[in-house]
């Protein structure tokens, strides 16, 4: 199957494409729209540098559904625009950028890639990765400084899956204070129940002066969060239809928000100095990539 229809190419799509057309035809009527047509043949031929693995190549875009998209506030090139050698999408390129910057910042060394950063080390700098199955994760799994997790209810919390690889709930987490200088979330937070606790936690275990950086499906025309679910009791009560994102682990996760502008005030009531940045760099293919960095503020 690999070597006819590699992971991330346009065979494989078409594969795909023919399968959901004999189990669910009303579906592919949402995919293969006019807009995601011209979307297309806008990007299909872009030449870039994907900066996860640091390959030259060509985007795979999967003509999402737009309609789906669009209820979760999910950008329509956010989650697409993958590298056909790595498979890292638009969002996981615009955390790396984010990577790759801080890094500068505090080595002088500017990587063009995750991959090119990885071949020298973390010289001393300490990561923890909430996405132990990212492109980004593949590439720095193993290396001395790095620690990722996944999320297991089913086995004990603080179990070791891997080197570096531990269980983790993300509401109450088994490090130190100070442990980390660098943390990264991608598209999780969103999935937490408890995203003070989540927050507050993070907080506990990043390193004065040590950055957060992340991404969550955000409307700025928002100024509160739009709940999705009340986790006011012990039992979840849906306030909509529920929305579930595609999961690695289990195909499918629920959604309990979507961030609004009150996202800056709760970060920074718990110690953090947010900012926001939206993204595009034609050079390694990112299209309005949204980027969080909060820092651990000095006292």
Partial sequence: MNSLAPKYSYRRLMIKLCLELFKRPRTLNKRLTIKNLKIFFLYWQKSFRCNVCGSMGKPLFDFPDAELRDL???GLLRETLQCQKCGATNRDRTLSHGILSEFYIRTGILHNSIYALSRLGLQ?????????????SRQLKGLTGYTCSSYFPGRDFGDLLGPGHYNIDIQKIDFENNSFDIILSSDMMEHVRDIDAAHEEIFRILAVGGVYLFNVPYDSSLDLNRILVDTSGE????IEQPHYHGDPLTGAILAYRIFGKQIFKDISNIGFCLDFELINNAQNLIVNGDL????KKIN
């Fill in 292 to 295: 969080f960095r909060a820092v």
């Fill in 124 to 136: 001393g700098i300490t990561i923890f990765d909430s996405d132990a199955f990212s492109p980004i």
């Fill in 72 to 74: 979760h506030k999910i």
């Fill in 235 to 238: 039992v979840d009560i849906f």
